[in-house]
């Protein structure tokens, strides 16, 4: 199999007996160079969380579940190749932040692509998958977090057609800590 091939995967929502898998995954990607730009968490607190942690993670993702979505690449064989997750933020609350949520909105967290299918198009089938996932749940916009450092997580939001609002969102891992808001409106 060729990492460079479309259409070598199927997109699709994750079940919630999927457990095992979403815990691999999650703890690959927090084993990327980048992974202290893009997770708010670490490899070793990750790893120390009990199955049931990862149970009600899967769960709470899972195809049929509202407010939120868990979209993985499964590529021959099984293996998942990549994901992301849309939660949906209703208009009138506020989100994780602190900050006024003026209009339902998609937002993306958690993308991941193993490295050896970057800049194969799967990033874009995922976000793809997201966004109709977000627009049929009464999403207005999709935004996502980025940090200022993470060059790569930029261009590929930016290949997705998401651009920067001008928002800085404070973040409490440290002093001086914060990541840039991108934007996609429907």
Same mark, same amino acid.
């Given at each position: 199999?060729?990492?460079? *091939? ?12 999927? /457990?095992?898998?979403?815990? @691999?995954?999650? =703890? ?5 160079p980048?992974?202290? &730009?893009?997770? &708010? ?12 942690? $990862?149970?009600?993670?899967?769960a709470?993702?899972? @195809? ?7 979209? *993985? ?5 099984g =293996? ?5 997750t849309? &939660? +949906?933020? @209703?208009?009138?609350?506020?989100? /994780? ?18 490295? #050896? /299918? ?7 089938? =995922?976000?793809?998958?997201? =966004? @109709? $996932?977000? /627009? ?32 800085? *969102?404070?973040? *409490? +891992?440290?002093?001086?800590?914060? #990541? ?7």
């Amino acid at each position: 199999m060729s990492a460079s *091939v479309p259409g070598d995967y199927v997109i699709r929502s994750i079940r919630a007996d999927e /457990w095992p898998a979403v815990k @691999e995954l999650r =703890l690959r990607a927090l084993r990327d160079p980048l992974a202290h &730009l893009a997770y &708010l968490e670490t490899y070793d607190d990750a790893a120390a969380r009990p199955d049931s942690f $990862w149970q009600e993670r899967a769960a709470g993702g899972a @195809e049929g579940a509202s407010g939120a979505q868990q979209i *993985v690449a499964e590529g021959p064989g099984g =293996l998942w190749l990549g994901t992301l997750t849309v &939660l +949906v933020e @209703e208009a009138g609350t506020t989100d /994780w932040a602190g900050f006024p949520v003026a209009r339902t909105q998609g937002h993306v967290v958690g993308v991941f692509v193993r490295s #050896e /299918w970057r800049g194969s198009g799967l990033t874009k089938a =995922l976000f793809a998958a997201g =966004l @109709e $996932w977000a /627009w049929a749940n009464g999403a207005e916009r999709a935004r996502l977090i980025v940090h200022p450092d993470n060059a790569r997580a930029q261009g590929a939001y930016r290949n997705a057609g998401f651009v920067p609002s001008g928002r800085t *969102v404070p973040l *409490v +891992v440290g002093p001086g800590d914060h #990541e840039l808001e991108f934007v996609l409106e429907r």
